[in-house]
């Protein structure tokens, strides 16, 4: 069992940067690839960004490549999203999923707020 908990958002202006963590306990998640989802109200559930187990590969959702970068530091667990340039259109709950590789089964994170103010 893997818990996931999410940190780092918060209210921002347009044009600001926030860093959002994803933090790993129950059990190392080094081999997992980690992936960033956002859901805005009335909005469905969306694909921002992944991350290979090695963190040589990364994906992108076309609405932040070029703004948001995801890392990850398996020596502290952690997948990082670093966020600039925000929008209005970034403000959701933001969420992390990590997927077992080889298998159906994937854990997800409880979410942060991320605001971006106009």
């Known amino acids: 069992q893997v818990q996931l908990v999410e940190s780092g958002g918060g209210l921002v202006q347009a044009g600001g940067s926030l860093r959002l963590s994803c933090a790993a306990s129950?059990?190392?998640?080094?081999?997992?690839?980690v992936g960033w989802f956002r859901q805005a109200p009335g909005k469905e559930r969306e694909f921002v960004a992944a991350i290979d187990w090695s963190g040589g590969r990364t994906f992108y959702a076309d609405s932040v490549k070029g703004r948001f970068t995801i890392s990850r530091d398996n020596a502290k667990n952690t997948v990082y999203l670093q966020m600039n340039s925000l929008k209005p259109e970034d403000t959701a709950v933001y969420y992390c999923k990590a997927d077992v590789t080889g298998t159906s089964t994937a854990y997800w994170g409880q979410g942060t707020q991320v605001t971006v103010s106009s």
């Open positions: 129950g059990r190392t998640f080094s081999s997992y690839r």
